[in-house]
């Protein structure tokens, strides 16, 4: 699928900016705090109703503004379909597809596929269990409705149940209330272990393929899925653990608790490590990079049709080896790739289909490279 135009209006740092893209590899080049990201954000945000950077829709209105506008064409497998996104500053947002008004932002959720990739992503393996759920959550949302539905109700039914644990007594009334909501955790609990645990499944001889490859075949990757409980067992262990859980005021058991296992093999010497706690820096960043990559190409299988990358200063984290796996890589996708200047893409000979140039909230095409606009 391709994005063909943005326009914004009232959106972060930007006034009033329409653009049109390529399909290949778009760059968006600028000195610091210009905008650059905001682009992304504002594409992001109208295929997938969330800001990546978690931003409330009043954080993401021009200060001073009450109300932002964003409009996005795109086309998928050759339909187009265009967004709109009104942003206001105290009230929930509005959405249409095709002009059509939506009720539920859930509607646009899995209707245009992106991936995102920033700095922070390189830190998935090494940081906490959160960010590895976050990307679960992330990407099967996506790509599965029934996946939304299901973690949309097994969190509200978590708040529920933590709150009533926080004021609980061991009396029978408040013993049964607590029977009610452990009835929801476990049926919407069990739906997400399951989900999950397919996903991995699926994802990880892909992980594995490109690790591998990125290392020369030095070194093999095995991802597994770390269920904080297992589907058949959430009852069990659920009440085995409800005293415990009434004296800590707190729900211990649960997907809420999951996480992803990544483990190198190293071929030469046969040693394994959990590359979570023990990898080096190389490791947990070719790791995060295989998911990256594993993760456009699960879209494609599940969706028949490409993603859209968006690439937020990402090239400069990697070293050219991982630059050039990257960028060979992506060579079908339409792409969105923010920097702070060109040099690099023009010593390494990287393709650029469209340059654009960001300064101050103003987004300008460049149409010819010259020394002034390369150093
Ligand atoms: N709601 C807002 N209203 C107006 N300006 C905003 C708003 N939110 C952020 N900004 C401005 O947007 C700019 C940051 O934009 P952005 O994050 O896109 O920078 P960038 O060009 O990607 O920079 P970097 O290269 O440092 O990542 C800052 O100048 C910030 O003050």
Redesign the pocket.
């Known amino acids: 699928m391709i994005v063909k135009s943005l326009a914004l209006s009232d959106f ?2 930007y006034d009033l900016q329409e653009l049109s893209f390529h399909h290949g590899i778009n760059i968006f080049y ?10 992304l ?1 504002g594409i992001y945000l109208c295929m997938t109703n969330k800001s990546y950077r978690g931003s409330h829709d009043r ?5 001073g503004k009450e109300d932002a506008h964003l409009r996005l064409e795109a086309e998928k497998k050759g339909i187009p379909y265009r967004v709109d996104m009104h942003l206001k500053k105290s009230k929930t947002k509005g959405i249409a597809i095709n002009g059509v008004p939506i009720r539920r932002s859930s509607e646009l959720i899995g209707l245009l596929n992106v991936v995102f990739f920033s700095p922070e992503d390189l830190q998935v393996i090494k940081n906490g269990p959160g960010e590895r759920r976050r990307f679960l959550d992330m990407e099967l949302c996506q790509l599965d409705k029934v996946y939304l539905h299901f973690l949309t109700h097994y969190n509200k039914c978590l708040t529920q149940r933590n709150a009533l644990l926080k004021e609980i007594d061991l009396s029978k009334d408040a013993q049964a209330m607590l029977d009610v909501w452990d009835a929801q955790l476990i049926q919407h609990g069990k739906k997400i272990v399951q989900l999950r645990e397919a996903f991995v499944g699926e994802i990880a001889p892909v992980i594995a393929q490109i690790y591998h490859s990125l290392t020369g075949g030095r070194e093999q990757l095995a991802v597994s899925y770390e269920p904080n409980v297992s589907a058949d067992r959430f009852d069990e262990i659920l009440f085995l653990n409800r005293e415990r859980e009434i004296r800590q005021k707190t729900t211990l058991t649960g997907p809420h608790r999951d996480d992803i296992r990544f483990r190198v093999q190293n071929m030469a010497t046969g040693q394994t490590t959990d590359i979570r706690t023990f990898g080096s820096q190389g490791q947990q960043r070719s790791a995060a990079l295989a998911l990256k990559l594993a993760e456009i190409e699960i879209v494609k299988r599940k969706v028949n049709d490409t993603p859209v990358l968006l690439l ?2 990402v090239l400069s984290e990697l070293d050219s080896s991982r630059q050039n796996y990257l960028l060979d890589s992506i060579h079908d996708i339409q792409t969105f790739i ?1 920097c ?1 200047g060109l040099e690099e893409f023009v010593r390494h000979r990287f393709h650029m289909d469209q340059i654009y140039h ?1 300064e101050r ?1 103003v987004v300008t095409r460049v149409n010819s490279l010259n020394s002034e606009t390369i150093f």
């Open positions: 972060r740092n600028g000195d610091n705090a210009q905008g650059k990201t905001n682009i954000e954080e993401m209105i021009r200060f937020d200063d923010t702070t960001v909230g």
